[in-house]
């Protein structure tokens, strides 16, 4: 005779365990979501750059001599035109004196012989004349040249700027060519970046730039490019570019002065975003849960760069109004049952049959 209640106990095991795998199995998975979104971006990149003078030059005398005066201090703001220092020049002024003495000398010759010629017209031969005309006119080189040798003991400002600080004062013997000082402009300056050759293409005149300092963590200088090479750099692989920035304050200090540069290429672009936590890792493959009904669909997703605000922007594979998982993304597979938290409208039909 069959004993049948072992059977029976092995009947109710089973039951009960393809019962608890059926549960498992339909177990709902609860996530948050969020709605794919559009924000128009600016087509930007960023480059950390250098800041140099729009203008700059050594100042120095064509001539040594003896420094007279300086008319500046150390770091001082001049004009262009402004008179900065100047030579010992006795010798030098005296032979002006005298050049400009022969030259009225020589005037005053020729306009008594022009005067007696008129009332006389035979008191004089052509040729007589005609020297006299010539050493007008070499007198008057020598004045130009003597004036000329005059400014050699001068620095004049070439342009508007500020000033170093003085390598040599006042009373000490300096040599021509060397530097008494050096000038900068500082409203604009200039800074210099290179860019990836791939937007060579896109980067052009008068594009908006924005700069930032550490020294001025705070501030934004506004500027323009006004530079961008016609050629990749052999030895970098990249392409130069200057922007003119504006420096009213005269804070920023060229030359060396580092800069992080934003440089936009293009103006009022649109882009897909999503949460950066929605987007899941995969050795170098990225994708998204979408929400379909209740079923989640695993869809691969090509980024672009981040917000800087909690969104990443997405090249490829989404659309608009799609709703990405958020949370609770971690035990999902392609079979899980999910509740949206988000949206307890959805949960309705189920507690309608119940």
Not at 34 to 58: C, M, P, Y
Request: proline share 4%.
């Amino acid at each position: 005779m069959i004993n049948k209640r072992p059977l029976k106990k092995m009947l109710a095991s089973l039951l009960l365990c393809t019962s608890a795998f059926s549960f498992a199995e339909t177990a709902v998975i609860p996530v948050t979501t969020e709605a794919v979104k559009s924000r128009t971006f600016d087509l930007q990149i960023e480059e950390a750059g250098k800041i140099t003078a729009t203008d700059s030059a050594n100042l120095t005398f064509s001539t040594g001599e003896k420094i007279k005066a300086i008319y500046f201090n150390d770091g001082d703001a001049v004009k262009k035109g402004n008179l900065i220092a100047e030579l010992d020049s006795t010798k030098a002024k005296a032979d002006f004196d005298k050049a400009k003495s022969s030259l009225n000398l020589a005037k005053t010759k020729l306009l008594r012989t022009q005067n007696l010629l008129r009332k006389q017209p035979d008191a004089l031969s052509p040729q007589d004349v005609d020297e006299l005309k010539e050493q007008v006119n070499l007198a008057a080189a020598d004045f130009r040249q003597k004036q000329a040798v005059l400014l050699d003991y001068q620095i004049i400002a070439p342009f508007d700027g500020r000033l170093t600080t003085f390598n040599h004062s006042v009373g000490s013997h300096i040599d021509a060519s060397s530097a008494l000082v050096s000038l900068y402009r500082l409203d604009p300056v200039k800074v210099s970046y290179t860019i990836s050759q791939d937007d060579l293409g896109k980067a052009a005149k008068e594009q908006a730039v924005q700069i930032t300092v550490d020294a001025f963590a705070n501030q934004t200088f506004k500027g323009e490019v006004n530079y961008v090479a016609p050629a990749v750099d052999e030895s970098s692989g990249r392409v130069e570019v200057h922007a003119r920035i504006a420096n009213p304050d005269q804070i920023l200090a060229p030359p060396g002065m580092f800069a992080n540069v934003k440089h936009r290429l293009a103006k009022g672009k649109k882009q897909l975003l999503v949460p950066q936590n929605a987007v899941v890792a995969n050795n170098d493959e990225r994708y998204v849960w979408v929400l379909n009904a209740d079923k989640p669909v695993k869809q691969i997703i090509q980024l672009g760069s981040n917000t800087n605000d909690g969104y990443v922007v997405v090249r490829k594979g989404l659309q608009k109004g799609q709703h990405v998982v958020t949370t609770g993304q971690q035990k999902l597979t392609a079979d899980s049952t999910i509740k949206d938290l988000n949206n307890p409208v959805a949960e309705k039909p189920a507690a309608e049959e119940s």
